[in-house]
């Protein structure tokens, strides 16, 4: 089975903080996406990755950067927290280069709260 | 932008009743999926049906497309409480593209 480990499940922050959050997955997937999901809203992409080094903006990249320096790793980075970043955070995976013909493999996501 | 839009919102049901799920969406799909996710949890790939297919079976789960009405819909029958989750459509657009659209969601309850 894929496992797809998010670092933390729950993370407080404050405002104006730099916060990283991690995503490991160990079945050589080439892809990696992060979403966020807000009641009301659902899942909304924000940035995704096809290969090392590689990225491309979601639906909502504003605030957020990313960074893919292994196959196995993708981190999406707050660059400076604000409270509307409050949110749950998921990331996912997907085998072979054209990602939308196979299934999404999810972690447990982190909750976030910026204070 | 949101593309597939679940209805209803919120389901509830006893044990052992079916519960069916809509799924609703705006432009041509080359393939569709149904994920559920539990409370606090990540989501969970549950089907993918094509455009090209009609309906889908995956143990108690069955997925119909109807392509002309834009719409699908996920049957669960016989739902045990262990059914309680929400339960999410995404769509992709044509073949080549590398991210799904999401719904909403449909809030399904399972009563013992």
């Known amino acids: 089975d894929v496992k797809v480990t998010q670092s933390s499940r729950y993370l407080v922050k404050r405002t104006g903080e730099k916060v990283f959050l991690e995503c490991v997955q160990d079945m050589d997937h080439e892809n990696m996406f992060w979403y966020r999901q807000d009641p009301g809203l659902g899942l909304r992409l924000i940035y995704f990755?096809?290969?090392?080094?590689?990225?491309e903006k979601g639906d909502i990249p504003e605030g957020y950067s990313v960074s893919r320096e292994k196959k196995e790793r993708f981190s999406l980075i707050l660059e400076s927290a604000s409270t509307n970043q409050t949110s749950m955070y998921l990331c996912a995976t997907t085998f072979g280069r054209v990602s939308g013909n196979q299934p999404q493999h999810f972690g447990d996501g982190t909750r976030l709260s910026i204070l | 932008s949101q593309q597939g839009e679940e209805d209803p919102q919120a389901l509830s049901i006893q044990e052992g009743e079916n519960a069916t799920m809509n799924c609703s969406y705006k432009?041509?799909?080359?393939?569709l999926q149904w994920y559920r996710q539990n409370s606090g949890r990540g989501l969970v790939h549950l089907i993918l049906i094509r455009s090209n297919e009609r309906e889908k079976h995956s143990g108690r789960l069955r997925v119909t497309l109807d392509t002309s009405k834009k719409s699908s819909s996920l049957l669960i029958t016989a739902s045990r409480a262990a059914d309680t989750a929400s339960y999410f459509c995404?769509?992709?657009?044509?073949?080549?593209?590398?991210?799904?659209?999401f719904g909403k969601g449909t809030m399904l309850l399972v009563s013992p």
């Open positions: 990755s096809y290969d090392v080094k590689m990225k």
């Open positions: 432009t041509s799909i080359n393939n």
């Open positions: 995404a769509t992709v657009p044509y073949p080549g593209y590398s991210t799904l659209t």
